[in-house]
């Protein structure tokens, strides 16, 4: 009788798997074992008994190797990262290699940083976004807050936890969209860290900006009377999501916010640089939260308009999502803004509508008029996967 079943399984201590190479059996040659090598060594050689698939019942001894997974070689993943990073903007002096990057600041402007993290199946899933998806909305969720502040980029910092046994092709293609998302804003990538993490995946993101001295739009500005302005349209972002969790596949092109999104930073300077903005924030967390934050920092209250809220289009059928995802769903990525009531606000900028969903009270509260009466909004904006 053969002492063990499954050729397959671990033999030695948990992490290590083994491969029959097909020694004695030819047939065997080329097979996969079940826990895929990804970063992978194989350390020694050995004989193993093992059934023998010709004769069931009978078995034999046949050679495997032993793997055991290797942590991703840390020198060789910075040493490319730095390769693919290298198209630096005049910006960064000093970027990957030594100890600290050393950044230029533009005269009279005054640095803006921000950092946010990516969690794997808090902000991504493996199987449901592709490492490209999630290197692009890693670097999104940074550059995002900058634009809420009216902010100029000047480099990116990214850090990296990261399993022993994720595929060193994952971390590549990560990689690549999140540079090309830095490219299309011309943000170098001037520094970060990489770390071995137990489970699962932990990007961290911090963006480097600037804007000209006590200029950049903070969320205390607004005012009572002030008009409530948002870009694009809202509830794209959750809505892939939802369909995910209803066991449906959403084609990236049916949602782009979400598999595509793309930071609202040229709408940000100029919201900036032409004095529109009284306060704003970015859509990351949804309208009715991301709008408390703003009441809140301002001691001021809001009243909106179900119906002016623009509703993103979704779906094969392009039809829109309902009132609450446009209302909690978050990741949107647009901005959300104030602007004194005899400012003038243009329709579009950079080609992107600003649509004018209500106006900021005196008082505490938000209200949400509808056309059946008013209520009063809570903030309850999409908390990632917890359900
Ligand atoms: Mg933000």
Request: glycine share 10%; net charge positive.
């Amino acid at each position: 009788m053969c002492q063990r079943g499954n050729p397959w399984e671990p033999v030695t201590k948990a992490g290590w798997a083994k491969l029959a190479l097909g020694t004695g059996y030819s047939s065997w040659t080329g097979l996969v074992p079940v826990a895929s090598p990804g970063n992978h060594q194989v350390i020694r050689f050995a004989d193993a008994l093992v059934p023998n698939p010709v004769r069931p019942g009978a078995c034999r001894f046949v050679e495997v190797a032993i793997l055991m997974a290797m942590p991703l070689a840390e020198k060789s993943l910075i040493e490319d990262i730095r390769r693919s990073a290298r198209a630096a903007g005049s910006s960064v002096r000093i970027g990957i290699g030594d100890d600290c990057a050393v950044i230029r600041r533009p005269r009279g402007h005054e640095i803006l940083v921000t950092t946010d993290f990516t969690l794997e199946n808090i902000h991504f899933r493996r199987a449901w976004h592709t490492p490209e998806v999630v290197g692009r909305r890693c670097l999104t969720r940074g550059l995002s807050d900058l634009a809420a502040m009216g902010g100029r980029p000047l480099a990116a910092f990214l850090s990296l936890a990261l399993p022993a046994d994720l595929p060193r092709r994952w971390v590549d293609r990560f990689m690549r969209g999140l540079l090309t998302l830095a490219h299309e804003h011309n943000v170098p990538l001037a520094g970060g860290d990489t770390a071995q993490s137990p489970k699962h995946i932990l990007a961290d993101i911090v963006v480097v900006g600037s804007a000209p001295n006590r200029t950049a739009i903070v969320r205390s500005g607004a005012k009572p009377g002030d008009r409530i302005y948002v870009t694009g349209e809202l509830g794209a972002g959750t809505a892939a999501l939802k369909e995910f969790f209803a066991r449906q596949k959403p084609h990236p092109k049916d949602y782009p916010r979400h598999f595509h999104p793309a930071p609202r930073l040229e709408v940000g300077e100029f919201l900036r640089s032409h004095q529109i903005a009284s306060a704003m924030i970015d859509l990351s967390d949804g309208l009715s939260t991301d709008l408390a934050h703003i009441c809140e920092e301002s001691r001021v209250g809001a009243e909106i308009l179900a119906d002016a809220i623009p509703r993103a289009r979704v779906g094969r059928k392009r039809e829109p999502v309902s009132l609450k995802l446009a209302l909690d769903g978050g990741e949107d990525y647009e901005l959300l803004f104030t602007a004194r009531a005899g400012k003038r606000v243009p329709p579009t900028i950079a080609g992107l509508p600003l649509t004018p969903i209500g106006r900021i009270t005196h008082g505490k509260r938000i209200l949400l008029r509808t056309s059946t009466g008013t209520e009063t909004l809570q903030p309850q904006g999409w908390e990632h996967f917890r359900r």
